[in-house]
């Protein structure tokens, strides 16, 4: 099967002319979910670089997490 519509037009004759043309969709994935909480590329990058460099405090807040979220766990389940 050909296409021979104009290449330059956004809508094929199969989709609505009420369709929302797939450039002006919102993006999925992490980046929405981090533009939803305020965050951007650069505030990801700069807490990237600051774990890199802390490895240590990363590790001892992860264990703190785990360790909270059991104990909540623990009281849960009595």
Do not use: C
């Not at 650069?42 to 059991?70: C, D, E, H």
Request: charged fraction near 15%; charge should be positive.
């Amino acid at each position: 099967m050909v296409d021979n519509t104009n290449p330059t037009n956004q809508f094929h004759p199969y989709q609505p002319s009420t369709a929302v043309p797939h450039t002006e969709t919102p993006s999925g994935g992490l980046g929405s979910i981090l533009n939803r909480v305020g965050l951007n590329n650069q505030s990801v990058s700069n807490a990237r670089g600051w774990a890199q460099k802390n490895p240590s405090k990363v590790l001892g807040g992860l264990a703190a997490l785990a360790i909270g979220l059991g104990m909540m766990r623990g009281r849960r389940m009595r």
